[in-house]
């Protein structure tokens, strides 16, 4: 099992940036993916963006496609979502998740965190 702390979240004007960190624990596979979602108020999980452990595959949500940029240091074991040209609908918490292979279902999960995008 992977465990998984993120951080980085917090308040933050119409059009600015933030970078989210997701810092692993256990034993990453290389057939490992990493991911982000996130949840708003009142709404499902959405997906975000995601990106293997070996960095060969990334993959966007449309809404956030062009904006967002998923990565990865496998020294470091952290996973980063740089976002730029924040909106007020990127408001939500965000979670970082992990799973042991792009068939398998996100067994890990971390708990979370705010992001606030004010207009």
């Known amino acids: 099992q992977v465990q998984l702390v993120e951080s980085g979240g917090g308040l933050v004007q119409a059009g600015g940036s933030l970078r989210l960190s997701c810092a692993a624990s256990g034993r990453i596979l290389s057939g490992y993916f990493m991911a982000w979602f996130r949840q708003a108020p009142g709404k499902e999980r959405e997906f975000v963006a995601a990106?293997?452990?070996?960095?060969?595959?990334?993959s966007y949500s449309d809404s956030v496609k062009g904006r967002f940029t998923i990565s990865r240091s496998t020294f470091k074991r952290t996973v980063y979502l740089q976002m730029n040209s924040l909106q007020p609908e990127d408001t939500a918490v965000y979670y970082c998740a992990a799973k042991v292979s792009s068939e398998a279902p996100f067994g890990s999960w971390g708990q979370g965190t705010q992001v606030t995008v004010s207009s």
């Open positions: 990106i293997s452990w070996s960095g060969g595959s990334i």
